[in-house]
């Protein structure tokens, strides 16, 4: 079992930044493969990032990418999303999640944080 708390949500202006943490407490963080999806009022979940358990391999959303990026620390049990240039389109809640492999599906993943709200004002 893995608990995860999400953090780091705000209000920020477009073309702003924002970085989000995941910290991780239970089974060995480092057996896991983490990821961050969003979801908007009145949409589905969507994928955003995701990143291997070593960290060796990040993939991203074609909306997110050159402007996102997924990091871990395992020695922190901490994963990050460095948020740039963002976009009111980017407007969600904003999940960490965790798996066995990464994926750009949220029934891959078996833990989930409780969200963290990003806003960005036009």
């Known amino acids: 079992q893995v608990h995860l708390v999400d953090s780091g949500g705000g209000l920020v202006p477009a073309g702003g930044s924002l970085r989000l943490s995941c910290a991780a407490s239970g089974r060995t963080f480092s057996s896991v493969a983490m990821g961050w999806f969003r979801q908007a009022p009145g949409k589905e979940r969507e994928f955003v990032a995701a990143?291997?358990?070593?960290?060796?391999?990040?993939y991203y959303a074609d909306s997110v990418k050159g402007r996102f990026t997924i990091s871990r620390d395992n020695a922190k049990n901490t994963v990050y999303l460095q948020m740039n240039s963002l976009k009111p389109e980017d407007t969600a809640v904003y999940y960490c999640a965790g798996g066995r492999a990464i994926a750009a599906v949220t029934k891959n993943y078996d833990y989930w944080g409780q969200g963290t709200q990003v806003t960005v004002s036009s």
């Open positions: 990143i291997t358990q070593s960290g060796g391999y990040t």
